[in-house]
Each structure stands twice: as structure tokens, then as C-alpha cells.
């Protein structure tokens, strides 16, 4: 808990100096496009991590904030202030009716479901043409208009910093409700239902708030990258999004706060490195994620968590019995 | 509370029936637990011990049949119902948090406790804070009282089966239980780690929990720990009374060992 807490600050501090030392608007994009994923991966992590459940449909969220943001700000000229909260609010709505129908379902059937809502939202999109604009998408979200005369790399600055405050913000909630009664009662659900219900935990109530408030973080994202690209299309349904956020959560270390933050700057910063090897940077993602899953199950977080753990004390305690840890 | 609720039997169990398709699990059970009372329950693998705990502990639901719970009707509600209000369970099968330490268990199980809005999740007040603190207190007093006090950091995978026994009493206690139901605390102790386990629920019984309801097949700790004893054998009752009664008891008997040649 107080590991987490100083190594979140530390890197937040970093993070406030970063536009200050870089010059540059390409590492400044990159950075933005980390916290972006930061974001992202935290909300995919409070449901895959606590409510242990596997969604393939987080995407939903992101593009409900998307394109609510994009919406309000086209057709009712609303200011990125206003509509990066409701983007969040509008995905947390969807939340609760998706989470009321999905987490009374359990493994493959969950993952299913989370899926077919994510799809069903993309096809809707794509097909509203009234409404969305179709296949066309969205562009010309507005800018704050703050940024009416600044330089680009004034604006890519503001751009940080704007996602970093969005980072503060998810990453304060989703550790306070980590280490709080309500992410206990959460966990317990997730790792057995026969306890939670025995010391009085409705286990539904405690899978849902986990549930929404992922929604609402991925919805935050998604406000915010409605402004930031200022084109909204179909495609932030679509599943290389979803893929992104997995392969983070994944690498970090679901079930741990740190652990998607450092998959987000990983995977985001690898993707970049990679660019040029274009079609064969998939299947090195494809052959990473596969190697993370058979040799540290719980990720680069677990990995570590484990090593301290066992360093101080009993080494000689069985390696093998270790090796059943968490699921 | 006036002096006739503090008379009447805390829990009661009237005409208690379940049947799985054809098969009766349990028929027509009738029995009472008073405050303050440990009451064991015994009887051969099968007789519906588990099937009974189940039933009044709302996992599942009784085909016929009242359980009542300090006055309160609680035949099938919600197994998170019945817990708040003041009656919680342990399980045959170990049921812990594998990942989390022992501590973590043990806090989990102060749920109630430290019940809070979500809105003070995010924005903490000074009572919130002070609920949690005083549930990681209680939390390491529970470990230290049930003797795991050296593990109070150990994930709970690496525990022995008699460390698992402890811990599962430990998060059954954390939910402050007016009754404390527990299936099988000593199953795979061996007699020694057994004898200890009985010291430990005596001294609970003086500390922390004075009704208690406990299923086992140890028949020297059920003797030694109950004031009253119920046996059961195919899903009926056979016979209840004072350990010593019961033990003499010609049915009982015959149930454990067999009919005598004539």
C-alpha cells in the first residue's frame, strides 16, 4: 500500500517535469498517448484485476466517452470541461445497464457478452448515419479554446498536462477504492463467493462498482481523445484498442495499481519502436503476450511483489508451492 | 432488549426438510440453540449435517420448514442476509483468499464494520478513517488471539491445514457473529492439533463468541467443547441431549457402530 502510494507520487513527479525538459512535440505525443493508455489500462485493470472477470468489451467505454464527447462538443458547442466529465458520466450510465446483464454471467460467457456490446455499439455507429456520421466519423471536435493562439507545442504541453491531471484523477479513485472496504469486498468476491457471502457481502454490488467505475475512467479516456485527435470514428470500438489495453494490463500485472501504468509506457513505447517492422510487430506482441502469460502469470508487478516477498524471509520454503499464488 | 427475548433460544429450527429430487437430505428437523450455548452436531459422513448448515445459512433454500434467528424469520434469505444479521459460517471444504495474507484474509472479514458509501471511499471522513483503523486493529487481534500471530503476514497458500482451520475462525470472528456455525473446524487435524483447536474454542467461547454451533466428527472434542449434542443419521434427528446422554444412547450407538449380534 505504501509502496504503491510513493512509487505513484515519484512518477507522477517525473511526469510533471517531462514537457518542461522535452522540446520536442513527437515524445510529447507519445507521452500523452502513455498517460491516454495509463488511463485505459487502470479502468480495464479495476475489472479484469478486481472483479476478476475477463472483459473483451472495455472498448465500449472508451467509445461511448468518445463519441458523447464529440457529440456535445459538435452539436451543442459545449467546452472540453464540460464534456470530458459527461463523457465519463454517459459511459458510467452505460455501465450499469451493461454490468447489470454481464456480471451475473461467469468466465467465457462474460467474455462473450462484454464482446457482443462492444461490437453491437460499433455496428451502431458505423450504421446511425443520422446521428454519428457514420462511417465518416466525427471530425473538427473543437479545441479548448484556450489553444486559439498557442504554438503546437504549447498545445501538445496542455495536452500533457490535461492527461496527466486526468491520470491524477483515475488513478486517486481507483486507489482509493482499492485499499478502501469496497475493493476488499471486491477482492473477496473474486476470490471466493462462498466467504464474501458468509461475512455479509452482496457479491453483485461489489462486481458492479468495480464494474462502473472502470466505465467511467474509460469513458474520461475517451473524452479526452475525442478532443485531442478531434476525429471520432467507429473504430474506437474496434478490438486493436481492446487488444492494446490487454496486452498492458497483461504485461504490468493485473490486480496491482503500478503494474498497468508500467504496462501503458511499455507497450506504448515499444509500438513506436516497432513501427517499422509495420505487419511483424503484431506477431511479436502476439509471441510477448504469450510468453508473459506462461512465465510470469501475474505479470511484470507479480513478478516483483514476489521477489520482495521471498527475499527477507523464508527462501527455502518451497518454490514450487509458490508457484500456485494468485489466479 | 426486554428479559423475555433475552430467554427465548437464539436460533430455532423447526420441521426443517430439503430434498434434492428424490433424495431426502434432511427431514423434519426440529431443534434450538440458547444463548451462550455451544451446541454440537454429529452424526456418521452423509447423515445431512452439511445439508442442514446450508439450509439455515440460506445457501440454500429448505423445501419445508422455519428457521428462526433471533425472532426474525430468515428461512431462505440471502446467505449475505443472514450474515448481517449476527449469524456466520464457516465451511467443511477450506474456504480462505488464497493470495491474500493472513491479515488480509482477516480484514476482509471486518466487511461489515467498516461498511461505507462510496462517496467517503473516494473522499474519506474522519469516521471512515477511524472505522478502518479499528478494523485492522481487530483484524490483528483475531490473528494473534487464534495463535497465527507469526503468520500475520504469510499468504495464505503457504499456511498448513491446521494454520487454515485457525484462519477460517479468524474471518468467521472478524464479521462480530451473535452465532458462529462451524462446519468441520477440525477435519484433517491430526488428535494433537485437534486438542489445541478445543483449547482455542473455549477460550473464543469466554472472548469473543458465546453461542456457538459446531458439526465434527471428532468425537472427543464435540464431547469435550458442546453443553448439548444433536445426533443425525440419514437426514433425521436421532437423538439430543447432554453429551454424556447422547453417548449412552442405545440408537446412537447402533448409528456409530452398528446393531449388536442378538
Same mark, same amino acid.
Given at each position: 500500500m505504501k509502496f504503491e502510494r510513493n512509487t505513484l507520487l515519484v512518477l507522477g513527479l517525473i511526469a510533471l517535469a517531462f514537457p518542461l525538459l522535452v522540446g520536442n512535440q513527437y515524445l510529447l505525443h507519445i507521452g500523452i498517448m502513455v498517460l491516454l493508455y495509463a488511463v485505459l489500462a487502470t479502468s480495464l485493470n479495476l475489472i479484469v484485476g478486481y472483479v476478476g472477470e475477463f472483459s473483451l468489451g472495455h472498448t465500449a467505454f472508451l467509445g461511448l466517452g468518445a463519441y458523447t464527447a464529440a457529440l456535445l462538443s459538435l452539436r /451543442? +458547442? /459545449?467546452p472540453a470541461w464540460a464534456t470530458i466529465p459527461l463523457a465519463g458520466v454517459v459511459s458510467a450510465l452505460f455501465g450499469v445497464v451493461i454490468g447489470a446483464i454481464t456480471l451475473r454471467l461467469r468466465g467465457p460467457y462474460f467474455v462473450i457478452i462484454t464482446l457482443a456490446f462492444a461490437e453491437v455499439l460499433r455496428l451502431i455507429a458505423n450504421n446511425w448515419v443520422d446521428f454519428t456520421n457514420g462511417p465518416m466519423g466525427l471530425s473538427g471536435v473543437a479545441q479548448p479554446a484556450l489553444l486559439a493562439d498557442a504554438s503546437p507545442l504549447m498545445a501538445k504541453r496542455f495536452y500533457f498536462y490535461l492527461a496527466l491531471g486526468l491520470t491524477a484523477v483515475s488513478l486517486y479513485l481507483a486507489y482509493r477504492f482499492v485499499y478502501s472496504n469496497n475493493g476488499r469486498a471486491a477482492v473477496t468476491v473474486r476470490e471466493n463467493r462462498f466467504v464474501a457471502q458468509s461475512v455479509g457481502i452482496r457479491p453483485f454490488v461489489y462486481a458492479m462498482r468495480a464494474f462502473v467505475l472502470g466505465a467511467f475512467l474509460a469513458g474520461l479516456a475517451g473524452g479526452f481523445y475525442a478532443h485531442y485527435i478531434t476525429f471520432v470514428g467507429a473504430n474506437v470500438f474496434g478490438f486493436a484498442f481492446m487488444v492494446s489495453m490487454i496486452i498492458m494490463v497483461l504485461i504490468g500485472g493485473? +490486480?496491482? @495499481?503500478?503494474g498497468p501504468l508500467l504496462g501503458a509506457l511499455l507497450v506504448t513505447l515499444l509500438t513506436e519502436y516497432l513501427r517499422e517492422l509495420q505487419e511483424l510487430r503484431l506477431s511479436l506482441f502476439g509471441l510477448i503476450v504469450m510468453a508473459v502469460v506462461l512465465f510470469l502469470p501475474n505479470g511484470l508487478m507479480g513478478f516483483l511483489n514476489h521477489r520482495r516477498e521471498r527475499n527477507p524471509s523464508d527462501a527455502a520454503d518451497g518454490a514450487a508451492r509458490a508457484q500456485g499464488g494468485p489466479a | 432488549m426486554n428479559p423475555t427475548q433475552q430467554d427465548a433460544p437464539l436460533l430455532t429450527v423447526e420441521g426443517l426438510s430439503k430434498t434434492f429430487g428424490g433424495i431426502k437430505a434432511v427431514q423434519e428437523i426440529d431443534f434450538q440453540v440458547n444463548r451462550g450455548e455451544v451446541f454440537g452436531l454429529i452424526g456418521p459422513n452423509g447423515a445431512g449435517k452439511t445439508t442442514c448448515f446450508n439450509l439455515i445459512t440460506g445457501f440454500y433454500t429448505p423445501t419445508t420448514g422455519r428457521v428462526t434467528f433471533q425472532g426474525h424469520d430468515i428461512t431462505g434469505q440471502s446467505p449475505y442476509r443472514i450474515a448481517r444479521r449476527g449469524l456466520v459460517r464457516s465451511f467443511q471444504k477450506t474456504n480462505v483468499l488464497k493470495p491474500l495474507t493472513v491479515f488480509e484474509n482477516v480484514l476482509a472479514g471486518h466487511y461489515l464494520s467498516a461498511r461505507q458509501s462510496l462517496l467517503a471511499t473516494f473522499f474519506p471522513t474522519a469516521p471512515v478513517r477511524a472505522a478502518e483503523r479499528d478494523a485492522r486493529d481487530n483484524a490483528a487481534r483475531l490473528v494473534t488471539l487464534l495463535d497465527l500471530g507469526a503468520r500475520?503476514?504469510?499468504?495464505?497458500?503457504? @499456511?498448513s491445514c491446521g494454520e487454515l482451520r485457525l484462519l477460517e475462525v479468524a474471518v468467521a470472528l472478524a464479521a462480530r457473529p451473535t452465532l458462529l456455525m462451524l462446519d468441520e473446524p477440525a477435519a484433517g487435524l491430526n488428535s494433537q492439533e485437534a486438542m489445541r483447536f478445543g483449547g482455542i474454542l473455549k477460550r473464543l467461547r469466554r472472548e469473543q463468541v458465546p453461542s456457538i454451533v459446531i458439526v465434527e466428527h471428532n468425537m472427543s472434542l464435540v464431547m469435550d467443547v458442546s453443553d448439548r449434542v444433536m445426533v443425525m443419521d440419514f437426514g433425521r434427528k436421532l437423538a439430543e441431549g447432554k453429551p454424556a446422554e447422547v453417548k449412552s444412547n442405545p440408537q446412537v450407538v447402533e448409528a456409530y457402530l452398528g446393531r449388536a449380534r442378538a
Amino acid at each position: 500500500m505504501k509502496f504503491e502510494r510513493n512509487t505513484l507520487l515519484v512518477l507522477g513527479l517525473i511526469a510533471l517535469a517531462f514537457p518542461l525538459l522535452v522540446g520536442n512535440q513527437y515524445l510529447l505525443h507519445i507521452g500523452i498517448m502513455v498517460l491516454l493508455y495509463a488511463v485505459l489500462a487502470t479502468s480495464l485493470n479495476l475489472i479484469v484485476g478486481y472483479v476478476g472477470e475477463f472483459s473483451l468489451g472495455h472498448t465500449a467505454f472508451l467509445g461511448l466517452g468518445a463519441y458523447t464527447a464529440a457529440l456535445l462538443s459538435l452539436r /451543442l +458547442g /459545449l467546452p472540453a470541461w464540460a464534456t470530458i466529465p459527461l463523457a465519463g458520466v454517459v459511459s458510467a450510465l452505460f455501465g450499469v445497464v451493461i454490468g447489470a446483464i454481464t456480471l451475473r454471467l461467469r468466465g467465457p460467457y462474460f467474455v462473450i457478452i462484454t464482446l457482443a456490446f462492444a461490437e453491437v455499439l460499433r455496428l451502431i455507429a458505423n450504421n446511425w448515419v443520422d446521428f454519428t456520421n457514420g462511417p465518416m466519423g466525427l471530425s473538427g471536435v473543437a479545441q479548448p479554446a484556450l489553444l486559439a493562439d498557442a504554438s503546437p507545442l504549447m498545445a501538445k504541453r496542455f495536452y500533457f498536462y490535461l492527461a496527466l491531471g486526468l491520470t491524477a484523477v483515475s488513478l486517486y479513485l481507483a486507489y482509493r477504492f482499492v485499499y478502501s472496504n469496497n475493493g476488499r469486498a471486491a477482492v473477496t468476491v473474486r476470490e471466493n463467493r462462498f466467504v464474501a457471502q458468509s461475512v455479509g457481502i452482496r457479491p453483485f454490488v461489489y462486481a458492479m462498482r468495480a464494474f462502473v467505475l472502470g466505465a467511467f475512467l474509460a469513458g474520461l479516456a475517451g473524452g479526452f481523445y475525442a478532443h485531442y485527435i478531434t476525429f471520432v470514428g467507429a473504430n474506437v470500438f474496434g478490438f486493436a484498442f481492446m487488444v492494446s489495453m490487454i496486452i498492458m494490463v497483461l504485461i504490468g500485472g493485473k +490486480g496491482t @495499481l503500478i503494474g498497468p501504468l508500467l504496462g501503458a509506457l511499455l507497450v506504448t513505447l515499444l509500438t513506436e519502436y516497432l513501427r517499422e517492422l509495420q505487419e511483424l510487430r503484431l506477431s511479436l506482441f502476439g509471441l510477448i503476450v504469450m510468453a508473459v502469460v506462461l512465465f510470469l502469470p501475474n505479470g511484470l508487478m507479480g513478478f516483483l511483489n514476489h521477489r520482495r516477498e521471498r527475499n527477507p524471509s523464508d527462501a527455502a520454503d518451497g518454490a514450487a508451492r509458490a508457484q500456485g499464488g494468485p489466479a | 432488549m426486554n428479559p423475555t427475548q433475552q430467554d427465548a433460544p437464539l436460533l430455532t429450527v423447526e420441521g426443517l426438510s430439503k430434498t434434492f429430487g428424490g433424495i431426502k437430505a434432511v427431514q423434519e428437523i426440529d431443534f434450538q440453540v440458547n444463548r451462550g450455548e455451544v451446541f454440537g452436531l454429529i452424526g456418521p459422513n452423509g447423515a445431512g449435517k452439511t445439508t442442514c448448515f446450508n439450509l439455515i445459512t440460506g445457501f440454500y433454500t429448505p423445501t419445508t420448514g422455519r428457521v428462526t434467528f433471533q425472532g426474525h424469520d430468515i428461512t431462505g434469505q440471502s446467505p449475505y442476509r443472514i450474515a448481517r444479521r449476527g449469524l456466520v459460517r464457516s465451511f467443511q471444504k477450506t474456504n480462505v483468499l488464497k493470495p491474500l495474507t493472513v491479515f488480509e484474509n482477516v480484514l476482509a472479514g471486518h466487511y461489515l464494520s467498516a461498511r461505507q458509501s462510496l462517496l467517503a471511499t473516494f473522499f474519506p471522513t474522519a469516521p471512515v478513517r477511524a472505522a478502518e483503523r479499528d478494523a485492522r486493529d481487530n483484524a490483528a487481534r483475531l490473528v494473534t488471539l487464534l495463535d497465527l500471530g507469526a503468520r500475520m503476514d504469510t499468504p495464505a497458500y503457504r @499456511l498448513s491445514c491446521g494454520e487454515l482451520r485457525l484462519l477460517e475462525v479468524a474471518v468467521a470472528l472478524a464479521a462480530r457473529p451473535t452465532l458462529l456455525m462451524l462446519d468441520e473446524p477440525a477435519a484433517g487435524l491430526n488428535s494433537q492439533e485437534a486438542m489445541r483447536f478445543g483449547g482455542i474454542l473455549k477460550r473464543l467461547r469466554r472472548e469473543q463468541v458465546p453461542s456457538i454451533v459446531i458439526v465434527e466428527h471428532n468425537m472427543s472434542l464435540v464431547m469435550d467443547v458442546s453443553d448439548r449434542v444433536m445426533v443425525m443419521d440419514f437426514g433425521r434427528k436421532l437423538a439430543e441431549g447432554k453429551p454424556a446422554e447422547v453417548k449412552s444412547n442405545p440408537q446412537v450407538v447402533e448409528a456409530y457402530l452398528g446393531r449388536a449380534r442378538a
